[in-house]
């Protein structure tokens, strides 16, 4: 029996200049140290035949199993407000598309798998931390139910990357609805190809946005159609508190997944200046300048779509910005309701949403921890007297009480039980996240010592973060102010 992956790639056929025929550059001794199998189960993959060694082979770039078209695809992007105009996967390749138990097409590609003609002055390698990294983030947020690619397996290569330092090499294979960005479209833009554009948009249609295709405009409707999702996506984001560190628009996807990785983070306390990443000085890709700054990349979208809209540029420019109005009612619609949910309400009224923002604002004053303050409070939903948990997270405890007051008088009009309300509660409000403290420990359990055990422990966790699991306790609490992690870094 050999590997067998039923590709059927649609993006490999799109013109030539939309990717660069590349193939992995073989590496000396892959082995393989985490196969997703369920993920391989649901994109009708054998995960026995995954794990052989010819499994590793592929999973880590020295073999190319059958059937596969692999590229480097072009994309450009806005890094930190400047434009590139041509960045593409300098050390990612795509081996093909597969279609999935829903009828979803995936793709596969390798992150870390050699040079491409997108290298620049790149290895095209990724260190053994951040795939890792990438591995249990992604897979915590799947698990939180938030749109995200996926980790299919994480393999090391045998070979040594030289960063600060000499750290372990790896390969992350990675599985998304698609690696289009927004930067895909603007590197067609920034050449003046709109027959590029045009292309790329009518592949999104068919590919993301089907329904799209039989509307009168088609690619108003698109731009309408990646808003939503990105409105919806980023409300998502805060309402876990999750950072991503590197809103690049090369790192925002057009099916509205979250791409990429790097030093993203989970907020211990809530403050919504929160940046861990080390290379965001300014704060751009702070926690809570992620809705904004979603805008920005979506307005580099919109200007791309522009010749698309209508020869007469006033007009283009017009339509596109009523479009681009709509991504704020989107966002808060979203973000409110989500809030809503997480305090334990059943119905929207006048005054809710200055009760949870006077909430988040005695928490940020009294730097309450923003994951565990949310999955308490459900438990003081169901049981009042059970408060002091929640209390105790405040560092002066009032602030909380002043607040609680007003909520369980909000509550009382409601009819639901406190049972109800204590359910809803907590399957919106998770009991574990990808805290940053643990993150860092099992990547220095596994580059220093080899040792995997951490990472699939975690992994364990996280793949029910919204139940209790008493035996795994220690998981949900944040750091100790020696654990403190300060800053992450992209590890490129
Ligand atoms: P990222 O920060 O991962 O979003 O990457 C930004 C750009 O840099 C993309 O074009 C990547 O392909 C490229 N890049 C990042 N790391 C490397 C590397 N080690 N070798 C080559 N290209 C890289
Ligand atoms: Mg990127």
New binding site residues.
């Given amino acids: 029996m050999t590997v067998h992956f039923p590709f059927q790639n649609t993006y490999a056929a799109l013109p030539a200049n939309f990717f660069a025929r590349v193939a992995p550059t073989p590496v000396s001794a892959p082995r393989l140290i985490k196969l997703n199998r369920p993920l391989a189960i649901h994109l009708g993959l054998d995960p026995d035949l995954l794990e052989t060694a010819e499994g590793a082979e592929i999973l880590a770039g020295k073999a190319l199993p059958a059937g596969a078209d692999p590229i480097a695809m072009a994309y450009a992007g806005h890094q930190f407000g400047q434009f590139v105009p041509q960045?593409?996967?300098?050390?990612?390749i795509l081996l093909g598309e597969v279609i999935d138990r829903d009828g979803v097409r995936r793709d596969i590609q390798l992150k870390g798998s050699g040079p491409t003609p997108?290298?620049?002055r790149?290895?095209?390698?990724a260190a053994l931390g951040p795939v890792l990294r990438e591995y249990i983030v992604s897979e915590a947020m799947a698990a939180l139910g938030i749109p995200t690619t996926r980790s299919l397996a994480a393999a090391i290569t045998g070979e040594n990357v030289i960063r600060e330092t000499v750290l372990p090499g790896a390969v992350l294979t990675r599985v998304a609805a698609s690696h289009i960005r927004v930067g895909t479209f603007q590197y067609f833009a920034a050449r003046g190809d709109v027959e590029g554009v045009r292309q790329l948009a009518d592949h999104v249609i068919a590919r993301h946005y089907p329904d799209l295709a039989l509307t009168e405009r088609p690619y108003h409707a698109l731009l309408k159609g990646v808003i939503g999702r990105q409105a919806e996506l980023v409300a998502r984001w805060l309402l876990v508190g999750f950072i991503h560190g590197?809103m690049?628009t090369?790192?925002t996807s057009i099916s509205g997944e979250t791409i990429?990785y790097?030093p993203c983070a989970f907020m211990d306390d809530y403050d919504p200046a929160t940046v861990f990443s080390s290379i965001d000085e300014l704060g751009r890709y702070a926690y809570g300048n992620q809705p904004r700054i979603a805008l920005w990349n979506l307005t580099r979208l919109a200007e791309c779509l522009l010749p698309l809209f209508s020869e007469d540029k006033e007009k283009a420019i017009e339509e596109a910005q009523a479009i681009l109005g709509e991504f704020a009612g989107k966002f808060t619609a979203a973000y409110q309701a989500g809030l809503r949910r997480k305090i334990g309400l059943f119905t929207a009224r006048d005054g809710d949403e200055a009760l949870v923002q006077d909430l988040l604002d005695a928490m940020a004053k009294n730097q309450a921890d923003f994951t565990l303050t949310f999955r308490r409070l459900s438990e003081a939903a169901g049981d009042p007297a059970s408060d002091h948990s929640v209390r105790e997270l405040f560092t002066d405890a009032s602030a909380y009480d002043e607040w609680a007051a007003r909520w369980l008088e909000r509550l009382a009009a409601e009819p639901q039980s406190p049972e109800e309300r204590r359910n809803a509660m907590r399957s919106v409000n998770p009991a574990f996240i990808p805290r940053n403290h643990r993150v860092e420990a099992v990547i220095a359990a596994a580059t220093t010592k080899d040792d995997y055990a951490p990472f699939e422990e975690l992994l364990k966790v996280l793949s029910r973060p919204y139940e209790d699991q008493p035996e795994f306790a220690a998981y949900a609490d944040p750091p100790l102010p020696d654990q403190r992690v300060m800053q992450t870094f992209?590890g490129?």
């Avoid at 960045?87 to 990612?92: E, I, K, M, S």
């Avoid at 790149?122 to 390698?125: F, I, S, V």
């Fill in positions: 960045l593409g996967d300098g050390r990612a997108f290298s620049r790149g290895d095209g390698r590197v690049n090369d790192n990429d790097g992209c490129t």
